[in-house]
Structure formats: structure tokens, C-alpha cells
Nanobody, 121 residues
Framework: QVHIDESGGGLVQPGGSLRLSCTVS????????LGWFRQAPGKEREGVSC????????YYADSVKGRFTISRDNAKGTVYMQMNSLNPEDTAVYYC??????????????WGQGTQVTVSS
């Protein structure tokens, strides 16, 4: 069973940056295509980014293209997401989980606690 821990969230001013980390306890991270999702208050969870396990291809929601960058370090068992030029609309709880290129996730996936990102002046 794979265990996922998210970290790196916090309070940041508009225009600021954060880097989220997703640590995965798995025997071989190479097998897992992982991405980031977020859920803002009163809204459904949405896919933000995804990075392929096979060739490292990346996929992004239109709302974050050019501002967020997903990457992975299989040796460290970690997936990162660098978030720049943050704005208040990015405020949400961010989760890491399995993803597909259309930024959906595996049906029935059990989410972790996530990490809170708050963008406010």
C-alpha cells in the first residue's frame, strides 16, 4: 500500500511563491504517475498538474500554466510543485495523488490530509 504525505503549504502574499512536496512511501516511485489536486472552500476538488511516470511528461490546468511547475525525484520518492505568481484564487488545500493526463484521478482514491495554501495580503 502506498502512503502519501504532502507538505510545504503556508501563507503567502499575492505574487509570492511556494514549493509543495509530496513524499511517497513506495518500493519504486517509477511506477506511479502522480499529480497535484486542490480543493478551495465550497468548491469541488480539481486537478492542477500531473507528471508521467514513464517519460516525465507534464500536464497542467489552464489556470496554472506558466506559473506552476511539477517535477519528481524518484530516488527521493518525492514529487514537487513549484508555485510562482500566486494569487488569491490559488488558495486551497492541495493534495497529491495518482493522476491521468486529463488531470483526473483513480476512482475511489483515498486522499491524505493535504497541505493548506493561503494567498492573502
Amino acid at each position: 500500500q502506498v502512503h502519501i504525505d504532502e507538505s510545504g503549504g503556508g501563507l503567502v502574499q499575492p505574487g509570492g511563491s511556494l514549493r509543495l512536496s509530496c513524499t511517497v512511501s513506495a518500493t519504486n516511485l517509477d511506477y506511479y504517475t502522480l499529480g497535484w489536486f486542490r480543493q478551495a472552500p465550497g468548491k469541488e476538488r480539481e486537478g492542477v498538474s500531473c507528471i508521467s511516470s514513464s517519460d516525465g511528461s507534464t500536464y497542467y490546468a489552464d489556470s496554472v500554466k506558466g506559473r506552476f511547475t511539477i517535477s519528481r525525484d524518484n530516488a527521493k520518492g518525492t514529487v514537487y510543485m513549484q508555485m510562482n505568481s500566486l494569487n488569491p484564487e490559488d488558495t486551497a488545500v492541495y493534495y497529491c495523488g495518482p493522476c491521468f493526463r486529463d488531470l483526473t484521478t483513480t476512482p475511489g482514491h483515498r486522499w491524505g490530509q493535504g497541505t493548506q495554501v493561503t494567498v492573502s495580503s
